[in-house]
Antibody
Framework: QVQLVQSGAEVKKPGASVKVSCKASGYTFASYDIHWVRQATGQGLEWMGWMNPNSGDTGYAQKFQGRVTMTGNTSINTAYIELNSLRSEDTAVYYC???????????WGQGTLVTVSS | DIQMTQSPSSLSASVGDRVTITCRASHSISNFLNWYQHKPGKAPKVLIYAASSLQSGVPSRFSGSGSGTDFTLTISSLQPEDFATYYCHQSYSIPWAFGQGTKVEIK
């Protein structure tokens, strides 16, 4: 069965960086894009960007351009998101999700809480 | 960029009620519209894809309709497990975008 398992919660200080992992199993990792979505406390879902594990191609929401990097390692079936220059507004649950033929997000990770606090 | 606007932002309903949530896109997105259910502490779950196709395993009380810019999610008879937040999502063009969500609460 398809599973996406994310790394554990993180606490970071403002200005620091965080890297969250998303390990895929149950399907051919290189064949499906991975998207990242976040939800700040009390807010809705926010699309951050996508990554193709096979080509390494990426696309980021304008809001995160220059501050986010999405990568993948096909040898260990794992996707990563790194967010730099963290601020308190980045406190959120970050989700990875598989894109089914670039039309919908059919499987999601369990979410990773990133807390940014001094 | 395409903006997605949902209404209402919240609603109160009773078990057995028929519930309708609407979603409007700022530009035509054909049928590239999906609906997700999100419960606290859980990952979002896709209910409807391509505007009107029911995802495998999702109860038939959920249905979707629309194309172009106006879309609807309907729950024909609300069940206790349906109290959650619902999001529409456009996958027509990058950047993808979600609606702001509709919280369905118990009356």
């Amino acid at each position: 069965q398809v599973q996406l398992v994310q790394s554990g919660a993180e606490v970071k200080k403002p200005g620091a960086s965080v890297k969250v992992s998303c390990k895929a199993s149950g399907y051919t990792f290189a064949s499906y894009d991975i998207h990242w979505v976040r939800q700040a406390t009390g807010q809705g879902l926010e699309w951050m960007g996508w990554m193709n594990p096979n080509s390494g191609d990426t696309g980021y929401a304008q809001k995160f351009q220059g501050r986010v990097t999405m990568t993948g390692n096909t040898s260990i079936n794992t996707a990563y998101i790194e967010l730099n220059s963290l601020r308190s507004e980045d406190t959120a649950v970050y989700y990875c999700a598989r894109s089914d033929f670039a039309t919908l997000l059919d499987y999601w990770g369990q979410g990773t809480l990133v807390t940014v606090s001094s | 960029d395409i903006q997605m606007t949902q209404s209402p932002s919240s609603l109160s309903a009773s078990v057995g009620d028929r519930v309708t949530i609407t979603c409007r896109a700022s530009h035509s997105i054909s049928n590239f519209l999906n609906w997700y259910q999100h419960k606290p502490g859980k990952a979002p779950k896709v209910l409807i894809y391509a505007a009107s196709s029911l995802q495998s395993g999702v109860p038939s009380r959920f249905s979707g309709s629309g194309s172009g810019t106006d879309f609807t999610l309907t729950i024909s008879s609300l069940q206790p497990e349906d109290f959650a937040t619902y999001y529409c999502h456009q996958s027509y063009s990058i950047p993808w975008a979600f609606g702001q969500g509709t919280k369905v609460e118990i009356k």
